[in-house]
């Protein structure tokens, strides 16, 4: 579903799912809770796989978003297509976290 490259200050996530939806949203919150993401002070999301993303999916983006502390920059979600940036921007998502579009 996902792998983690983890520092001491950051921590990059790649998620390698077409689809970050309600039948995956719950396993994938669970299994962040171990990287002990409340220290971290930047973190990315490599969304390159990701073609579809239901509110279940914006959800789990935003409690990885909400684990961080105040002092952390907000996470930033990298190589997202066209399809999952306009839901983020429709859900105006992308005033909240860091969204940068795939070239």
């Known amino acids: 579903m996902f792998s983690a ?14 689809s970050l939806d ?3 949203a719950p396993e994938f919150k669970s299994k962040l809770d171990p990287l002990g993401l409340e220290g971290m ?4 999301v490599d969304c390159g796989c990701l073609d579809f993303v239901d509110s279940s999916g914006v959800g789990a983006l935003l409690n990885v ?5 105040e002092s952390a920059k907000p996470v930033t979600l990298f190589n997202v297509t066209p399809q999952v940036v306009s839901v983020l921007e429709l859900l105006r998502i992308h ?9």
């Open 22 to 24: 309600a039948s995956n």
């Open 5 to 18: 490259e983890q520092t001491d200050t950051s921590i990059e996530i790649t998620l390698a799912v077409e």
């Open 41 to 44: 002070e930047q973190v990315k």
């Open 65 to 69: 978003n909400n684990r961080l502390q």
């Open 95 to 103: 005033r909240l976290l860091e969204v940068k579009a795939k070239d």
